[in-house]
């Protein structure tokens, strides 16, 4: 048995049944071309009789009087296979419509804390002969770039490679299968690794932070340790939060169900823009973002006359227990009419934001990324969040994902989505995973702060027809 | 706003995430003769559309400042219908097995607390031509008696009958629609009533305990209160608790992942029995769950040395805000290896329980009753169970229902189970509900601690079978 670390046992102390802290993952697949009726029920009857289950799988998170109160990692050994390999069906006629009901249903429901932190549901009745699967993990088991890692490794290259382990029998520290995919490059995604003594002193203070908290033995003891680390960050806004949020429609306290909508986007599309605008690849995202939230909020009469600010996860390293996450802010300049001065406006916020990144105050730092890498505590601690204005107003993640087209038995990965975690004070969170010739936009949210949140799917593909315009002019 | 009464909030203040208070209907159906294949999205459609919602379908449980912390009720103004009327599908080949593990699924899940404590879910995919419906509520709303009802005075004996509006539309306490069925007769369920003597003084009692909790303000301050109410219970066990149950494998600690498992026996096959062994139709339904968790425990080797004592719910009269419900305790002889004796010993037990019951200590009975009708309270203050033995084993409830064949929207009912709550140190729930020309059986357990409770099902056959061969030797 083994004791969890600060950072992991964190996401178990402040969930509540409002804010589950699991993350997930939506895969869609063709079915192979010789699949029969029962391909998915016999794909799911091989997969629950094969008793294989790596160890990271394999245990359970407890707390008792034998760990001093503390959270604890040990083995279930009374695993219960089936209850986490489950076959669900949609109803007809089986659109993308009906698939995105069903995952914000499953992702609206908390993880059973006596068993291993995952769940995973092969969905059959996908129109477009196709099938999905859904994958949700504890996000004190793994973050949710380490996961969709984890599960790319067990995906293969090669169609005719039928020897693809489900994800829960390999271990995603081991090197035993052979990675069938590269990451893609540094410059289509933000998780970079940034300067190493950032890194070190960030880690210094984060260490120090969690001794404190270490000492105290209840949830609720978190709370003036984290807020003061907080504060200090506040403090020092001048160079740590260099913009102002403006409170939104977005930065209100949540309930329990979730809507969540996905779309993918040629990564060609992207490009061309990218190319002619002298962009990168995250700007151009965070560009579609902030017209396609600027178009919804309009609409509901909702848009902050000041700009969104928006908090992008970056990579200050990989350490062993996984990636140390930090963050910067940027402008989204949603306050900007103009497509083509919002784009500028953003390219010169990004790039003010990594270049000072080294220069920064290590505590500023640390108490950022808390805020987004850890943001539960400060979010779910009675009344705080209704206390502290965060300095950002949604969390955009830019995750690199595989190049090549992917397949599991056989069958084509057609898209690959991020499910993430609404948070009280940030009830909106947009992740894009890049997949093959794709950018896969995966937008998560609180179902009564964010309504008609599939909208925002339009609106996106009309922000990236503005920038291609943009693009066209800038070109001509 | 109104402030909740003390008996509804107890149902909240003691939800845990592994423990939630609700309670559930697994609804089984013809499809109409002329039903389409689009028959059952078409009806999805309609209902929701139809905004009518009767207000107490309509409002959510709240506890703010402005209640002093206590749980009131509000109106929800942004109700979504959509949220709470759910379509979902089977995944092939739709046998019971596949109703059932999403049944169980569905009944794990928490209600969200932001919302009306209800959900209503439509399911596709049933063979046989059939669909199902799983509609799950609040205890904090309706006790499961109500609940059912309530669902039967929606339906219509007429299978021509169209106009049968869903049940979130009626209003339980109006008297707009003619209730189209009467309940069965007393004869057939234990939900009969008792002395009035008993149930003044019950109320008292009960009341008093009640008011001294209202003092208290948060969970854990219950705990005490009704501990002590529950050791006067177990002073005076010479008339309240007439048998000392053994611990076995149903008093444990419960997880929050759920078995669901239901069917139904022709109430003729029960009546011969009874008729021949001059019992009642509750004895024999005793008698089969007697005999079915011996041989389940028998295989398990499980079976304690002592008879198994299941304590059964009787109504102790209506008043305004529902049923008010106590209970008795009774002997399964489970462990007795003749069939023929055990039916004896039952119903030995069962009159001498009913017998008893106006002679009772009304503390004692105030006691016991809160242990059965609102036993969460008890169950999840965190220690408590571990360290009282609750003076029986498991609750089996026997549920008078519709003597006629219902129909909803031209549907037939063919099927109408109970599922209902299973607690800390009560692992599994029997409850069995007469309707038409059967009685349904439906099995609420913990999904760890009751495994393969399906097999409970074919063993609930082959005791019924030994009964009847009890009866054949009686009548020859």
């Given at each position: 048995m083994g004791v969890m670390s600060f950072r992991d046992s964190m996401f178990l102390l402040a969930e509540s049944r409002e804010h589950p802290t699991h993350v997930g993952s939506l895969l869609l697949f063709d079915r192979p071309e010789d699949a029969g009726p029962d391909f998915l029920s016999d794909l799911h009857r091989r997969l629950v009789s094969d008793r294989t289950v790596a160890p990271l799988f394999a245990r359970r998170a407890v707390r008792t009087v034998g760990t001093l109160g503390q959270w604890a990692w040990e083995p279930d050994e009374d695993l219960d296979l089936e209850y986490h390999v489950r076959l669900s069906a949609l109803p007809r006629p089986g659109r993308i419509r009906e698939l995105l009901e069903l995952v914000s249903r499953l992702h609206g429901t908390l993880l059973d804390?006596?068993?291993?932190?995952w769940e995973f549901h092969l969905i059959e009745g996908?129109?477009?002969?196709r099938f999905a699967a859904y994958f949700k993990f504890h996000h004190a088991m793994m973050d949710g770039v380490t996961g969709a890692r984890h599960l790319q490794k067990t995906l293969?290259?090669?169609?005719?490679?039928?020897d693809t382990p489900p994800f829960w029998q390999v271990d995603p520290r081991s090197r035993k299968k052979k990675p069938s995919t590269e990451v893609a490059t540094r410059e289509t995604g933000v998780l970079e690794r940034v300067g190493s003594a950032v890194t070190e002193s960030a880690r210094t203070v984060a260490s120090a932070v969690a001794d404190t908290v270490r000492?105290?033995?209840?949830?609720?003891?978190?709370a003036p340790v984290l807020a003061n680390a907080f504060y200090e960050g506040l403090a020092h806004r001048d160079t740590a939060l260099p913009f102002e949020a403006p409170h939104s429609m977005l930065n209100v306290p949540i309930t329990g169900a979730r809507r969540f909508a996905a779309e993918s986007w040629p990564i060609k599309r992207i490009q061309r823009v990218r190319e002619r605008t002298g962009s990168t690849v995250n700007d151009i995202v965070l560009a579609m973002c902030s017209g396609a939230l600027r178009r919804y909020m309009l609409e509901l009469d909702e848009l902050p006359d000041r700009s969104l600010v928006a908090a992008l996860p970056v990579s200050l390293g990989t350490t062993g227990s996984g990636n140390q996450l930090g963050a910067i802010l940027v402008t989204l300049a949603t306050d900007e009419p103009d497509p083509g001065v919002r784009l500028e406006r953003i390219k010169a916020s990004t790039k003010a934001a990594k270049g000072n990144l080294d220069q920064r105050d290590p505590m500023a730092v640390a108490a950022l990324s808390l805020a987004v890498a850890a943001p539960l505590p400060l979010g779910t601690v009675p009344g705080l969040s209704s206390v502290?204005?965060?300095?950002?107003?949604l969390i955009i993640s830019n995750v690199p994902g595989p190049k090549d087209p992917l397949y599991w038995v056989g069958a084509k990965l057609s898209g690959l989505y991020p499910v993430s975690i609404p948070l009280d004070g940030q009830a909106l969170n947009m992740t894009v995973f890049s997949y093959a010739d794709n950018m896969e936009f995966g937008l998560t949210g609180d179902r009564r702060a964010v309504p008609?949140?599939?909208?925002l799917l339009t609106y996106l593909e009309e922000s990236l027809v503005e920038l291609e315009d943009v693009a066209d002019a800038a070109d001509g």
């Open positions: 804390r006596h068993r291993p932190l996908v129109e477009g002969d293969s290259t090669d169609p005719e490679d039928l000492t105290t033995n209840s949830a609720l003891g978190v502290i204005n965060p300095g950002f107003n008609r949140l599939q909208k």
